[in-house]
C-alpha cells in the first residue's frame, strides 16, 4: 500500500470508517489476507456492539477496529504494525497524482508525472557521468567517482525496471510500502 496505508486517512482507515458507519465489513475486507478475514470480522462484530453503548465506547471501539484493520493489513505485507499515524502526513508528491489518477479515471497525469521524473534523474545522472569523463586517467579520486556514477546509474536503471516489471503490489523485502 502506499506509504500512509496506515494513517488516519489512508485508505485501510478510510474503508474500515466506511464499513462502520455502513454496518458492512465487506467494505474492509478488501485490504486484509483471507487468512486474516475471520479475524476481522471478530473484531467487526465486537465493534458493532460496543458502539451501542456510549460515545465514548463508539470512539474507543472505532479506534480499536480502525486499529486491528491496520495491523492486520500490515501483516498482510509482512511488514510490522508500528500504531496508525496522524492525518495529513507528507506522502510524497507521486501518490496524490496516484489517488487523482485512480479518481478521474486516467492515468495519463501520473504517465506524465513518473516520465518527466525519471527524464530528469537520468538526465541529470548522464551529466554527471559525461561531466566526471573528462578526466586525468592519472587522477584516481576523479576516476574513482566516475566509476562510482557510471555504477550508481546502472544500479539506478536496473532496480527502476525490476520495480517497473514487478507484479502489482509485489512484496520486496528490502522496501515495505505501508
Known amino acids: 500500500m502506499p ?3 496506515d494513517s488516519t ?5 478510510t474503508a474500515a ?9 465487506s467494505l ?6 483471507e487468512s486474516s478475514a475471520a479475524e476481522l470480522m471478530i473484531a467487526f462484530k465486537k465493534v458493532m456492539e460496543a458502539r451501542k453503548s456510549s460515545p465514548a465506547a463508539r470512539e474507543v471501539a ?9 495491523r492486520l493489513h500490515r501483516a498482510g505485507e509482512g511488514a510490522p504494525y508500528t ?3 496522524p492525518a495529513g502526513l507528507d506522502v510524497g508528491p507521486v501518490i496524490p497524482v496516484v489517488e487523482k489518477a485512480i479518481e478521474t479515471g486516467s492515468p495519463e497525469a501520473l504517465i506524465r508525472f513518473l516520465t518527466d521524473t525519471l527524464r530528469d534523474e537520468v538526465k541529470h545522472r548522464f551529466d554527471r557521468i559525461r561531466h566526471l569523463r573528462a578526466h586525468s586517467p592519472t587522477d584516481i579520486p576523479v576516476a574513482r567517482k566516475y566509476v562510482e556514477a557510471i555504477l550508481g546509474l ?3 536503471s536496473h532496480q527502476l525496471y525490476q520495480a517497473m516489471k514487478a ?3 509485489e512484496r520486496d523485502p528490502e522496501h515495505h510500502h505501508g
Not at 486517512?9 to 482507515?13: C, E, H, L, Q, S
Not at 470508517?17 to 454496518?23: I, K, N, V, W
Not at 474492509?28 to 489476507?33: D, K, R
Open 3 to 5: 506509504p500512509h496505508c
Open 9 to 13: 486517512d489512508g485508505p485501510v482507515v
Open 17 to 25: 470508517r466506511q464499513a462502520l458507519d455502513m454496518e458492512d465489513v
Open 28 to 33: 474492509v475486507l478488501p485490504y486484509v489476507q
Open 62 to 70: 472505532d479506534l480499536y477496529f480502525y486499529e486491528t484493520a491496520v
Open 83 to 85: 500504531g496508525l499515524k
Open 154 to 156: 546502472e544500479v539506478y
Open 167 to 169: 507484479a502489482p503490489h
